[in-house]
């Protein structure tokens, strides 16, 4: 198995892609949606960062942290929410995959993919075109027609807040193409 090596700075911002297993559709369900908001406010409470911007999609979560000043570790803060959700989401509604013989001799549930998507922000430009591409994933995906239709998504604090016009996103681009952006 590879070795990944994650770049680690403390207090910086960090593009984040968390996708269940086999992409199946958990978060259509109103109380893994739920599930999922509790396990990362207590994750925010325990381990702090701040999220400038996430949006949930049925398979997958796209987020921008930052950590504290001090702090370089996102991937124990990633850890957490995936640990609590799985628990909690467990509890509540069992096992709804098929556990393959590597996860069962892991002991590890059919929720998550292992690893995420990581990409540590380097300056303003490369901020600002992640923090556009979270916000335009639900479009992207053909979820919904328009950014402000899509209800799981901080584009509607960042529309009272005067960042975004409440048509933002009609006939946008990603301005860098060729970026992977982690699906």
Known sequence: MPNYRRV????STVFITLVTLNRHHLFLEAPARAVLRRAWNTTVDRFPFTADAICL?????HALITLPEDDD?????????KRLFTRHYLAK???????????QSKQ????????????????????QNHFDYIHFNPVKHGLVEQV??????????YVRLGVYTPDWGLGYKPKDQHQDFGE
């Open 8 to 11: 680690r700075i403390k207090g």
């Open 57 to 61: 999609l049925p398979d997958h979560l």
């Open 73 to 81: 570790d996102y991937s124990l803060r990633i850890r957490e929410i």
């Open 93 to 103: 509604f069992g096992e709804k995959g098929i556990r393959n013989t590597s996860r």
């Open 108 to 127: 590890e549930a059919a929720i998550w993919q292992r690893r995420f998507w990581e990409h540590t922000i380097r300056d303003e430009r490369d901020y």
């Open 148 to 157: 402000s239709s899509w209800q799981w998504s901080s584009f509607h604090r």
